[in-house]
């Protein structure tokens, strides 16, 4: 009995180490895949969603801006 305990504790280990590696493994794979999006997005220069919310929040400010001093103008010719 005690050899075929040692036999499954040595293959528990191994199974172990198997997952642990497979974990790295496939978070290394990951890693190296969002380090190759992020690039090519950065060569073709797209902007990011939180850049483009950020942007869009700038026009509109901008254009309110832009509203309130034609008003403005209006006003002061009437």
């Known amino acids: ?11 528990s ?3 172990e180490q198997g997952i642990i590696s497979y974990k790295d493994l496939s ?8 380090s190759q999006r992020d690039e090519i ?3 073709m220069k797209i902007t990011t969603k939180e850049e483009t919310e950020i942007l869009k929040k700038r026009i509109e400010k901008l254009e309110n801006d832009m ?4 008003k403005s103008k209006k006003v ?3």
């Open 67 to 70: 509203n309130k001093i034609k």
């Open 1 to 11: 009995m005690s050899k075929s305990k040692i036999i499954l504790e040595k293959l």
């Open 41 to 43: 997005v950065l060569r």
């Open 27 to 34: 978070n290394e794979i990951l890693n190296i895949i969002k």
């Open 76 to 78: 002061k010719r009437s």
């Open 13 to 15: 280990k191994l199974f």
